[in-house]
């Protein structure tokens, strides 16, 4: 399985970006999709999940209700609306998935797979 994670840049705090996520390498049937990030010297914080049927997705306190994820099941992509981002956004974002289990899942080592990161920047 590969992930491929792109989208990320440097904004200004206020400003919005659109991460997307494309997972390739085996068929996708029932699988959970989500994104985390890492700052540095911090541990890898949970963002967002979403489960492979689309619908509400599971978000972390620090992001809910600025943050939208969305999954298109026939590509493969998951994204992630990043709006009113703040400097504390600032953070490489990986995308994961697994295949077992709820999407309402935010430990990182319950994910089997990873995608390589995408850095987001923002400035204040």
């Known amino acids: 399985v590969q992930l491929q994670a792109s989208g990320g840049g440097l904004v200004q705090a206020g400003g919005s970006l659109r991460l997307s996520c494309k997972a390739s390498?085996?068929?996708?049937?029932?699988?959970?999709m989500g994104w985390f990030r890492q700052a540095p010297g911090k541990e890898r914080e949970f963002v967002s999940s979403?489960?492979?049927?689309?619908?509400?997705?599971y978000y972390g306190d620090s992001v809910r209700g600025r943050f939208t994820i969305s999954i298109d099941n026939a590509k493969n992509t998951v994204y992630l609306q990043m709006n009113s981002l703040k400097p504390e956004d600032t953070a490489v974002y990986y995308c994961?998935?697994?295949?077992?289990?709820?999407?309402?899942?935010?430990?990182?080592?319950?994910?089997?797979?990873w995608g390589q990161g995408t850095q987001v920047t923002v400035s204040s």
């Open positions: 994961a998935t697994k295949f077992v289990g709820s999407f309402r899942v935010h430990t990182a080592t319950q994910y089997d797979y």
């Open positions: 390498g085996r068929t996708f049937t029932k699988y959970v």
């Open positions: 979403v489960n492979w049927s689309g619908g509400s997705g």
